[in-house]
């Protein structure tokens, strides 16, 4: 009996890298599936109220107004520009998305554009909406950023093939289930 409070920790180790592994598998799916659909707007306003970097584009004494750049973006945060800035200009300050410099190159993740704006009794609202394929195949007429807009920069990763999910899975058990089979043989042995 001695032996096997010996082994007690090497198993209850075993036991919550077995559990902890398929916890992590089941979570990485559930945040796929949630990046898959987007976040809602409220949450990503509130990070934009949450925005510690502010960025200048503007001389002093040039008429500026102030705009969000959340999402995957290489610089996220609040943009004091110029009046007549278009949101072309403004996503070539934010370094562009970040995920692009990072690409396989055989498959792009998908990044959407949008961007909100407020309307009098009528609240926020998206009023342009563009892909990447889009910003850099063809022409785009880009609005011209007012006071208070938010652009959200979204990007869909690409999903991880699933067999290296499974494969990854299959070899933290192997790997639990070899360190079990040698606990109980040198318990058995000795």
Known sequence: MKQFHAFLPALTLSVFLLLGSLFAFTDKA??????????????????????????QFVRTG?????????????????YEVREGTDLNELLLYTG???????????????????????????????????TFEAYTTQFVEFPVMQDFDVVIVETDPVPRPIWREVL???SQILSIAASLTLIIWRLRRG
């Not at 898959?36 to 925005?51: C, D, F, I, K």
């Not at 692009?100 to 009023?127: A, C």
């Open 62 to 78: 040039e008429p500026s107004i102030t705009v969000v750049v959340i999402g995957s973006v290489v610089r996220p945060g609040t």
């Open 96 to 130: 562009g998305p970040r995920a692009i410099g990072v690409r396989d190159r055989r498959i792009t993740p998908d990044v959407n554009f949008f961007l909100s704006r407020t309307f009098e009794g009528e609240g926020r609202r998206i009023i342009f909406e563009t």
């Open 30 to 55: 559930e945040a796929q599936g949630l990046n898959r659909q987007g976040s809602s707007l409220t949450q990503l306003y509130s990070l934009a109220e949450q925005m510690p970097n502010h960025y």
């Open 168 to 170: 990854t899975l299959t």
